[in-house]
Nanobody, 124 residues
Framework: VQMVESGGGLVQAGGSLRLTCAAS????????AAWFRQAPGKEREFVAA????????KYGDSVKGRFTISRDNAERTHDLQMNNLKPEDAAVYYC??????????????????WGKGSQVTVSS
């Protein structure tokens, strides 16, 4: 399964961006999906996750109230709407899909399919 992110770019602090992840196969639609991010010199950090149905979501503490994860199983996509972006949100954002868990999980080890990443830059 291939995962491809789109929608990254440069935005001013306080602005918004929407990331989209498209999966090449529909099998991932029955499993959890997520977004992680990695800034230079830091470990990959959990951002948000969503269950196969879209009902259950989970967010990292630093993005709660600002980011929203959603999915469209018919289109084999899951999105990350990012509002009120801060300079500390700048990172490479990776989408991920699980092949074994159906409910939202924050542990990156639960996800076996990964995109190559999309750069998000936030200017102050």
């Amino acid at each position: 399964v291939q995962m491809v992110e789109s929608g990254g770019g440069l935005v001013q602090a306080g602005g918004s961006l929407r990331l989209t992840c498209a999966a090449s196969e529909g099998t991932v639609s029955t499993y959890a999906a997520a977004w992680f991010r990695q800034a230079p010199g830091k470990e990959r950090e959990f951002v948000a996750a969503i269950s196969w149905s879209g009902v259950d979501t989970k967010y990292g503490d630093s993005v709660k109230g600002r980011f929203t994860i959603s999915r469209d199983n018919a289109e084999r996509t899951h999105d990350l709407q990012m509002n009120n972006l801060k300079p500390e949100d700048a990172a490479v954002y990776y989408c991920a899909a699980s092949s074994r868990v159906s409910y939202a999980r924050a542990n990156l080890r639960e996800y076996g399919y990964w995109g190559k990443g999309s750069q998000v830059t936030v200017s102050s």
